[in-house]
C-alpha cells in the first residue's frame, strides 16, 4: 500500500516530501493533521532501515509536529507512535511513524498493564541489552 503512494500510483495527502521520506495525512486519523512518516524504500521493520533513514524519520517527524502545532489546527500535544512487528501492533508491513496531534478531549488511549519490576530486574534488563549494543 504505501510503496503505492511512494510510486504515485496511489492517492495521497502529502505535505512534505525529500529524497529519503513522504509524509501523507492518515486517512483514519485519531484527530485532524494525524500524518505518516514514511520511508521511501520499503522496508518492513526497524531492523532493516537503516540509521541514516531512521534518524529522518524522527527528523522529520519532529518538523511536523511542529508544524501541525503552528497550522491552526487543534492540537494541545503529539504522539509519536511506530509498531515493529504485528505483536507491537503493526498492520501495514512498511514502517511509518504516525504523528498524532492529541487533544485532553479526545478518546484515543494507549493503555496496557502497569508492572513494578524490582531494580534488580531492571539491572538485569539494562546488562542484556547493554551486552547486546
Excluded: Y
Aim: aromatic share 4%.
Amino acid at each position: 500500500m504505501f510503496c503505492e503512494i511512494v510510486a504515485g500510483r496511489s492517492p495521497a495527502s502529502v505535505p512534505f516530501e525529500d529524497e529519503l521520506v513522504v509524509c501523507v495525512m492518515d486517512v483514519h486519523p485519531v484527530n485532524p493533521g494525524h500524518l505518516l512518516v514514511i520511508p521511501k524504500r520499503h522496508v518492513t521493520g526497524l531492523d532493516g532501515l537503516g540509521e541514516e533513514t531512521g534518524a529522518q524519520l524522527f527528523r522529520i517527524g519532529m518538523r511536523m509536529q511542529r508544524a501541525i502545532r503552528a497550522s491552526g489546527l487543534p492540537c494541545e500535544g503529539i504522539n509519536f507512535l511506530l509498531a515493529d512487528g504485528e505483536s507491537a501492533g503493526q498492520d501495514v508491513s512498511h514502517v511509518h511513524l504516525h504523528v498524532v496531534p492529541r487533544l485532553s478531549s479526545d478518546r484515543f488511549r494507549i493503555s496496557s498493564a502497569i508492572t513494578r519490576p524490582t531494580r534488580d530486574e531492571l539491572d538485569r534488563a539494562a546488562a542484556a541489552i547493554r551486552a547486546a549494543c
